[in-house]
């Protein structure tokens, strides 16, 4: 427990202190909540005032006064960021649904069915964020064997996946499915993906894409590369929802790729899962797997397209933590870089028991700023061409930027990490990464484009240029053509 600020509570604790209030006249306090959840329009939900007394008792440096944990409850949101409209299909390295082509920004909950069956309150929250944020789909599993994990001899156990997928539909978020985690909790896959492509035959416009294993080659896992592909010819007799067999477990970009392009080999799937290389141990820090899309993007080799970048990086784990421009950047990045998809991962969607997503400064932050920012990323991004400065990387926007990058020789210092652009004609989308002190933009642009910071999501510029940009505005940024 943190205590509140000594000279707040000798000031305000006897008028507004929540944990007072909680402990002295509970029912007061569970009137309160429940009287801001009518004034927002929203229902009762129990889940909502075990949030509030949780604070009120243990978060008591951000959360002493009612009025902050009674402010911190906020309206639903109306509508999601993209409305389901149809299912989603192949449009050369983009998906598309009955709307066009467009971006999706996921990301993972694990856990969605065990909470669909023992804590709905937390799924809803969970969605309430992902939806604020303007994000579109969920990656969950449909079994795994740690906390959060559903057993697949639970009863009635495709109910509830179906169930599962409905409720995330109802918030407006398509559900990406992973069929399984370890080989050795279920005991025949071939009957479960013929009841998984039914079910998603079935729901076609609120299932984004399932895959068939989670790192099928990673030691805990225990997959054969042979059952995969065969599973996976099980699953396109069946069901034409955009397939995946499994992303790979490796070290690098090198291996990991070959051993995609053995496991696609059959042809069965129409998408690539990635798990682009983690490693943020040295000088660049995060920033170092935050570029790493860049190698897929003229694809995957042998494998097919779109590519998604499906469990990158944990924010937890992330070289100093949850940076929000950090976590920002990575779907833009891979945006640019040629993904179709990418999914935000952290701890709390691993497991459902280590704390939410809405809680805590930078997981409001980052709703913020990616609901600020997804808005202004082309929709047809994925098909635009991806560049780089120097070394034949293509026609990229600002060519001058090759002497500003700091992990190029010589070293200056100041500049950029990396400063990757997918550009479509006159037209542009740039992800600056990094930033140390200040990046100049100091070729002249034919058409005006918009700046925004990665740290707050505000618009730093707006015109053609020059302009330079100063890291006291975010160590990140997205510029895009108007």
């Not at 061409?385 to 990387?393: A, D, I, L, Y």
Request: negative net charge.
């Amino acid at each position: 427990m943190q205590p509140p600020a000594y000279d707040w509570w000798i000031a305000h604790a006897h008028a507004d202190s929540a944990f007072l209030l909680l402990t002295e006249y509970p029912d007061v306090f569970e009137q309160a909540v429940t009287s801001r959840l009518v004034q927002l329009g929203r229902p009762a939900d129990q889940g909502v005032l075990n949030q509030a007394k949780w604070r009120a008792i243990w978060e008591q440096d951000r959360y002493g006064s009612l009025s902050s944990i009674l402010q911190a409850i906020q309206p639903l949101a109306e509508t999601p960021y993209r409305p389901l409209n149809g299912p989603l299909r192949l449009d050369h390295r983009a998906l598309r649904d009955d709307t066009g082509p467009f971006p999706l920004v996921g990301v993972s909950a694990f856990w969605a069915p065990w909470a669909v069956r023992h804590n709905q309150g937390q799924l809803d929250r969970f969605a309430e964020w992902a939806v604020g944020a303007g994000m579109t789909y969920v990656r969950w599993f449909g079994s795994h064997d740690w906390a959060g994990g559903t057993d697949v001899q639970t009863a009635n156990y495709f109910a509830l996946m179906e169930r599962t997928i409905e409720l995330l539909a109802d918030h407006g978020l398509r559900s990406e499915i992973t069929c399984f985690t370890r080989r050795h909790i279920v005991s025949d896959p071939a009957y479960f993906v013929r009841e998984w492509a039914s079910l998603a035959k079935q729901h076609p416009d609120k299932v984004a894409c399932v895959e068939i294993a989670n790192e099928w080659n990673h030691s805990d896992n225990g997959w054969e590369d042979e059952e995969i592909r065969a599973l996976g010819n099980v699953f396109r007799e069946r069901c034409d929802t955009p397939l995946a067999l499994s992303a790979a477990a490796a070290p690098d970009w090198e291996s990991l790729e070959d051993r995609l392009s053995d496991l696609y080999s059959d042809g069965a799937a129409t998408i690539t899962t990635v798990h682009f290389p983690r490693r943020d141990n040295t000088s660049e820090g995060p920033w170092r797997w935050v570029r790493q899309p860049w190698h897929a993007k003229h694809g995957v080799t042998d494998c097919p397209s779109p590519v998604i970048d499906n469990e990158h990086q944990r924010w937890d784990k992330s070289y100093q933590g949850r940076c929000v421009e950090v976590a920002a950047a990575a779907p833009l990045t891979a945006f640019v870089c040629g993904c179709a998809l990418s999914a935000h991962h952290d701890v709390y969607g691993v497991f459902n028991d280590c704390g939410e997503y809405n809680h805590g400064d930078s997981g409001a932050q980052l709703q913020r700023v990616l609901s600020t920012v997804l808005p202004f990323v082309p929709s047809d991004i994925a098909n635009w061409q991806s560049t780089r400065v120097g070394n034949g990387g293509g026609p990229h926007p600002f060519p001058g930027l090759l002497d500003q990058h700091w992990t190029f020789e010589p070293n200056p210092s100041h500049g950029v990490s990396r400063s990757f652009a997918a550009v479509h004609g006159d037209q542009f989308a740039m992800t600056l990464t990094g930033v140390r002190d200040y990046v100049a933009l100091d070729d002249v642009q034919p058409r005006p484009y918009r700046v925004l910071s990665l740290a707050t999501g505000d618009e730093v510029y707006n015109g053609p240029g020059p302009i330079r940009l100063d890291s006291t505005d975010g160590t990140a940024f997205f510029a895009v053509t108007t």
